[in-house]
């Protein structure tokens, strides 16, 4: 199974740069042995199974929590069973139809 999620997460009581407890996150993530894509607005991580999933959210809170009142997070979630690699597949499946899309 694949489970590609999609997530941002931040305190919203910290001004108007949070980098820097965002930065706990991307090490938490960094560390975990998951492959991953830090973007922009969000970071996609690959795991095997939604729990492993769900503990990479429930880590992150707890990696900004103590500094924090009120947290936000988006989620987004894309389980497919059979197949695995689809952090790199997704993105190979569109370039293979028009070309290189991410510079």
């Known amino acids: 199974m694949s489970v590609l999620m999609e997530f941002a997460m931040f305190p919203t009581d ?33 795991t095997e199974t939604l729990a492993e999933a769900l503990q990479i959210i429930e880590l992150s809170y707890l990696a900004i929590d103590p500094a924090s009142q009120r947290v936000y997070s988006s989620i987004n979630l894309d389980i497919r069973k059979g197949q695995s690699n689809r952090l790199i597949k997704k993105v190979e499946s569109i370039e293979n139809k028009i070309g ?4």
């Open 100 to 103: 290189i899309v991410n510079k």
């Open 14 to 46: 910290k001004g108007t740069s949070v980098s820097e407890e965002v930065s706990k996150i991307i090490d938490l993530i960094r560390n975990s042995g998951f492959n991953y894509k830090l973007g922009a607005m969000g970071t996609t991580i690959e």
